[in-house]
């Protein structure tokens, strides 16, 4: 087998693994093909293949245009946008911007609330993906459009956005939506430029992320949520007082965020939705982990073909399913209902100090504000239902019904053929973007917080086992420092160095000494003889 005919079988594995070492590549042909291959060669395929590989992302650079003719050809409806940079003469790759009919309609079935959030390109040309999803009946993510741009800031953001606000029907529609997010570079204020009066909301995860890099500490973090969960205004204020007993600087900091961005104390009743969290995207996010590091063409088609399957399995899901209210929102209406039980008994037995809230079941409303904000009934309205032997689930709006739920997932996203098949289009061939060579290992995986990287006595190993003391098994220290370590004798102590002299008779030299060495220093000796 010459470097050649093996650089042809390690080319897939190197499009999975980028950073494939010369040592896994001797050790798959000695477990495939029972054959020995010497380092030399193993670097020569690899060289071969990486060169290949190099061909294949500038080709499909090359050929993106055809790529939306035929998505745009099989989907009639979708919009499509690239943005090339010919300012020296010759076209080079910058943006792409891809919304499918089916994803476009079928958000016009769902609550409005869109989740923004970007995520790193992880192959040989770097770049960003920005992507938009909402939510669909069952409080699973819709993913709407998605973008690949060179880099995440305000003039980005803004060009994926105009073109987002544009399909979903423009300004006056997407005003009326609530926009969430992590705070991202540029989108905060391009979402302000482009919607004013749209509601934003902010990821509380993030937010505490950034809050206890100043204020760390449990009591701080169970003051923030609570804050954060309040669904009505004297809630929030009694736990914002509390904080600042405890901590005034700590106070003064979320008091300086707008508790409409992140407390349901002040959100609207539009979205029908009281998620604190942007997690529904960075779930999405995580399905990409594999696509990001593909070719550009190669990366499309495979979110294109989960959202196929996605929209496939949802729609035979509903299919075989029997129920009216979506399964996730039955399941919070009992949680509801549970308290609404022993909510009953408490008002006939509770002193006049408690919370009292007022309900109206013509208006659908109570003065705590939980059935606004989410649009499921909470166990103060349940327990007036129950009262007025009322069913709950006549309340649930159409948002959760099985009806919509069908409807979401009606439309078709149709298959694509291979590239063999494409038409050419008559625009010249795009090259691909400028490398931006950065120091040091390539990283894949995201960058932890300081505090994740805290260690405790909990650590785990990367086989899942807790670290413990290989001589007592006990936590909290590991062998050196271990009480049952055996400790050396009283001799080997005492015991004096004896170097031996080579000393000329004619030479003068200082005598050795002969005092003892201590015994962390013997240890230490020992350790340095054995590595």
Not at 168 to 176: D, F, T
């Amino acid at each position: 087998m010459n470097a050649k005919s093996l650089s042809q079988e390690i080319d897939k594995s190197l499009i999975d693994n980028p950073s494939l070492k010369v040592k896994d590549i001797r050790s798959k042909a000695l477990r495939k093909w029972n054959t020995n291959v010497s380092i030399s060669k193993a670097r020569r395929a690899k060289l071969i293949a990486s060169r290949q590989l190099e061909i294949d992302y500038k080709e499909q650079f090359k050929r993106i245009y055809d790529y939306g003719h035929e998505v745009l050809r099989c989907n009639p409806g979708s919009i499509i946008q690239i943005k090339v940079d010919g300012d020296n003469g010759e076209p080079i790759f910058q943006r792409i911007y891809v919304c499918l009919k089916a994803c476009k309609d079928n958000f016009k079935n769902c609550r409005p609330i869109v989740c923004l959030d970007g995520c790193f390109l992880k192959g040989q040309y770097k770049g960003e993906v920005l992507t938009a999803v909402g939510r669909d009946p069952n409080e699973q993510m819709l993913p709407i459009a998605y973008a690949v741009v060179e880099v995440e800031n305000k003039e980005t953001w803004t060009w994926f956005l105009q073109i987002l606000i544009a399909d979903l029907g423009g300004n006056e529609v997407c005003g009326r939506c609530t926009w969430m997010s992590d705070k991202q570079k540029g989108l905060v204020h391009a979402v302000e430029e482009l919607l004013p009066n749209a509601e934003q909301r902010f990821c509380l995860r993030h937010m505490y992320s950034n809050f206890r890099k100043r204020f760390s500490g449990q009591i701080l973090k169970n003051m923030m949520w609570r804050a954060a969960t309040s669904t009505y205004p004297q809630a929030w204020e009694r736990e914002m007082l509390k904080m600042k007993e405890v901590n005034v600087e700590a106070y003064k900091y979320l008091i300086g965020i707008p508790p409409r961005y992140w407390s349901r104390s002040r959100f609207t009743g539009q979205a029908m939705c009281d998620s604190l969290d942007n997690n529904i995207i960075e779930a999405f996010n995580n399905v990409l982990l594999h696509a990001r590091e593909q070719p550009i063409i190669t990366m499309l088609e495979e979110i294109r073909v989960y959202l196929m399957k996605r929209w496939a399995t949802n729609r035979n899901k509903v299919a075989s399913m029997n129920f009216t209210i979506c399964p996730k929102i039955k399941k919070r209406l009992l949680n509801e209902s549970n308290w609404s039980a022993m909510k009953i008994f408490e008002v006939r037995h509770c002193s006049a100090i408690d919370n009292k809230f007022k309900v109206d079941l013509d208006t659908h409303d109570c003065s705590c504000r939980k059935w606004l904000i989410s649009g499921i009934p909470c166990c103060h309205a349940i327990a007036a239902m129950n009262y007025s032997s009322l069913d709950p689930e006549d309340f649930i709006p159409t948002w959760f019904k099985r009806s919509t739920y069908e409807e979401v997932y009606a439309s078709i996203i149709y298959p694509v053929n291979g590239h063999l098949l494409w038409e050419r289009t008559p625009y010249d061939d795009v090259l691909p973007p400028l490398k931006r060579k950065l120091p040091e290992r390539p990283k894949k995986k995201r960058r932890l917080e300081a505090w994740e990287l805290t260690k405790d006595d909990t650590q785990m190993r990367v086989g899942g086992h807790i670290k413990k003391c290989s001589l007592c098994r006990q936590r909290g220290h590991n062998k050196n420092n271990c009480p049952l370590r055996p400790q050396p004798t009283e001799t080997a102590e005492n015991q004096p160095s004896q170097a031996p002299s080579t000393q000329s008779p004619g030479s003068s030299q200082a005598p050795a000494s002969t005092q003892p060495l201590d015994r962390h220093s013997q240890h230490q000796l020992s350790l340095n003889s054995v590595f």
